[in-house]
Nanobody, 120 residues
Framework: QVQLVESGGGLFHPGGSQRPSCAAS?????????????MGWYRQAPGNQRELVAA???????NYTDSVKGRFTISRDNAKTMVYLQMNNLKPEKTAVYYC?????????WGQGPQVTVSS
């Protein structure tokens, strides 16, 4: 069973920064498999559908949804099977639960996801 475990939630002020991280279990995922997967960070705000906000290919090519371009940076460490999302200039309207998954997503990889609340 592959596990993707996210961490890094909490309460943050508008304009603040946070870097959620995602650990892919290596016992079953394996470094070799991880290194060929496109990975993504998704978020789901209250009342909204889950959306892909950032994606990264095995070689580090990235894509972002327009609303986070210039503020969010996705990165990965293939040796550690980790994926990160540096979020700067957080905005209150983007309070959401953040998840990592493959891109496109795999249904049974969804984890609990950290809640990132942005409020003054």
């Amino acid at each position: 069973q592959v596990q993707l475990v996210e961490s890094g939630g909490g309460l943050f002020h508008p304009g603040g920064s946070q870097r959620p991280s995602c650990a892919a279990s290596r016992n079953t995922f394996g470094i070799t498999v991880f290194t060929i997967k496109d990975m993504g960070w998704y978020r789901q705000a209250p009342g909204n559908q889950r959306e892909l906000v950032a994606a990264i290919s095995p070689d580090g090519s990235t894509n972002y949804t327009d609303s986070v371009k210039g503020r969010f940076t996705i990165s990965r460490d293939n040796a550690k099977t980790m994926v990160y999302l540096q979020m700067n200039n957080l905005k209150p309207e983007k309070t959401a639960v953040y998840y990592c998954n493959t891109d496109p997503y795999t249904d049974h990889y969804w984890g609990q996801g950290p809640q990132v609340t942005v409020s003054s």
